[in-house]
């Protein structure tokens, strides 16, 4: 300890706790939104434990502890009478799945499994990465929902119309390719909102493609389907009016190849949407995001992982499709024009690309 600050020493070890902290109150969040405690809470006021038990059916003193412990976080309200309440606000982030721009609760997956946890740490020491496949159904859940509010509540009413001449084609009937559909949440609004128009789904990931599948067939929709392949398999028809590549070319291996493969399947009139994470390429300019560190998690855990899963992968990561990046790669595959659009997505941008 000789020559250490204590206040330094205490500062830098609160630092690190609370990043613990952090660690457990993501898992009261994820408890609550796995078990409906939030959508049972909005919109009633103030109740206590028993209340809630009585409206959910769970153990009454599990509710207590949890409840004290979101009131502790700041993210319920606790009353001096001792019950809890579900702001507006609060429900807005994480009980409105369906209506709300800013839900958050669905990011929460409940932690990384050990055994994906151990192929991570084996990632380190062979330079090669885990897959989505195996980074396992959980993933594939939480990226559809973390991602599902701007595509199901935006693209539609303010994405699709911001692109030249798009939603014309779309109403009267086009062809729609998805790389990288995930969960199938993207595609599925598309098909409900354009009946007329035929969306084809993209994937390497079995669980996700699944997962679309399921969605589809709740949703009764007919002009769908999937392919589990990547985005390195599209056949070379030239009649695709838009190509879709959402939160995803960072993810791949050899993004590059997608291009090239966009750019044989895509019509002369067609229009290839990209978007992808908000970032300069540079480290300290980025860094003014309050969220930089969560960004780099995430790519540590989950993008680069996948973007290094083959012993070439170009290895981009969740921040590393900067604008310049992205038109440097369109345009390497020979598409002529690159036009980024900011819609006031806080964590992205998107790039209108058209032979």
Known sequence: MTGLSADDLKKFSFRVWNYRMGEQVSMLV???????????????????SHELAAATGCHERFLREWLLGQAAAGLIERHDDR?????????????????????????????TSPEVIDRIVDSFRTGIGVTY????????????????????????????????GVVA?????AKVLDIGCGGGVTLAT??????????????LSNEAITLARELIDAKGLTNVEFVVAGGEDLPPTADVDL????????????PQRTAASVRRAIAH??????KDIRSSGDWDQDRRNPFLAMFYGFSVMSCLQSAMSEPDGLGLGTLGLHPHRAEELVREASFGSFVTHDFEDAANLYYEVRP
């Open 133 to 164: 496949e195996q980074q396992g159904r959980a993933a594939a859940v939480g990226l559809a929902r973390m991602t599902g509010p701007w595509s199901r509540l935006a693209l539609t009413s303010v994405i699709l119309p911001g692109l030249d």
């Open 243 to 254: 190509a879709i590549t959402f939160d995803c070319l960072h993810d791949m291996a050899h």
């Open 190 to 203: 598309i098909a409900a909102a354009y009946p007329r128009t035929t969306c084809i789904g993209y994937d």
């Open 83 to 111: 019950t809890f309440e579900l702001t507006d606000v609060a429900a807005k982030v994480l009980a409105d799945e369906d209506d709300s721009l800013a839900f958050a609760a669905g990011a929460f997956r409940g932690g």
């Open 30 to 48: 994820h408890l609550g939104d796995r078990l409906g405690l939030y959508k049972a809470m909005q919109g009633i006021g103030p109740v206590d």
């Open 169 to 173: 084609k779309l109403e009267a009937g």
């Open 269 to 274: 009139d067609g229009t290839w949407l990209i």
